[in-house]
């Protein structure tokens, strides 16, 4: 069970739609119902964040995407052209009144591993 995407894409809301949609109806029967609910999340929440926080959404600048997929896990790896950010977790409780910052903390409670360095974002979840 291998899959590979890997695309760079104009930094625009519908453009990074439709990419996504490619990849969700190619991933679709290959993982489990649960995975790819949480992977459909994930990918939507990165992908927005990098047009929206990343790019500003400046159709000029783009976003690379990956998704791999083998037998143990899957990868999913986010650039944007952004100045890049420092993330640091906090609970909940310090996101209920802020208007941005849910969509990466929510993105990390999904993933077994996420790592942000910069303008790039990694998540793996793990094939239970």
């Known amino acids: 069970m291998d899959y590979r995407f890997e695309k760079k894409v104009q930094s625009d809301i ?7 949609e490619e ?3 190619n991933i679709v029967d290959i993982i489990n119902e649960n995975i790819f609910f949480n992977t459909k999340i994930i990918l939507y929440e990165l992908v927005i964040n990098g047009v929206l926080h990343g790019n500003c ?15 143990s896990c ?4 986010v650039t944007d052209e952004g100045t890049g950010i420092i993330y640091k977790h906090k ?7 802020c208007e941005s910052g ?6 990390e409670g999904l ?18």
Do not use: A, H, P, W
């Open 14 to 20: 519908k453009g990074v739609k439709n990419i996504v």
């Open 23 to 25: 990849i969700l109806q």
């Open 57 to 71: 959404q400046d159709i000029n600048k783009s976003l690379s995407i990956k998704v791999m997929i083998n037998n």
């Open 74 to 77: 899957i990868i999913i790896e």
């Open 91 to 97: 609970s909940f409780g310090d996101y209920d009144f």
């Open 102 to 107: 849910r969509g990466l903390m929510l993105v």
């Open 111 to 128: 993933s077994d591993k996420f790592t942000v360095d910069g303008n790039r974002v990694t998540c793996i979840q793990y094939l239970k």
